[in-house]
């Protein structure tokens, strides 16, 4: 699904301008420990499959969604592996349209299904190793992709913020 009804008419009222997008995406692995990435095929620099939590849905529903639309795979969320949003995860797509993501980042495994998109929004799905891991769209720290065991979440922190809040 490209975009739905409540993105839709949201971009009906305010055109291009910034919104906050609440969105959920997977780390996919193989048997080798490479990561699944889409390449949407339109200028865009690869990324992880993810997309918008639709109203009503939970983020965990939703990264099932997504992988499922964009990859042809059924995956069940293991962990919450980090939380990110701010100022570095604005984006603007090839239409002119502003994004400010708050993503919610899971650990995925494969159930099953087989490796082909069922919507429109993916060109190309190919696993990478870390050593030829190509430029993201987006910039989640490339540690959470290979680590075998993460003990905890990961959150998007500025401790300068926190010093500016302190001295107000």
Not at 104 to 130: H, K
Request: proline share 5%; glycine share 8%.
């Amino acid at each position: 699904m490209m975009i739905s009804n409540y993105y839709s008419n949201l971009r009906e009222k305010i055109g291009k301008e910034l919104i906050f997008m609440p969105c959920a995406a997977g780390i996919v692995s193989n048997d080798k420990g490479e990561i699944l990435l889409q390449n949407k095929g339109n200028g865009e620099n690869w990324s992880l499959p993810a997309g918008a939590i639709e109203l009503g849905e939970a983020p965990a529903e939703a990264v099932v969604r997504e992988v499922w639309e964009e990859t042809g795979l059924y995956v069940v969320p293991t962990k919450l592996l980090g939380i990110f949003g701010g100022k570095d995860f604005r984006y603007q797509y090839p239409n002119g349209h502003k994004v400010e993501y708050n993503i919610y980042l899971f650990n995925c495994v494969i159930q099953s299904g087989e490796l082909r998109p069922v919507d429109t929004e993916t060109a190309e799905l190919r696993y990478f190793s870390s050593a030829n891991m190509p430029e993201l769209a987006l910039p989640y720290p490339k540690n959470l992709f290979f680590q075998k065991e993460i003990s905890d979440v990961y959150f998007q922190w500025d401790e300068n913020w926190l010093n500016t809040l302190s001295q107000k």
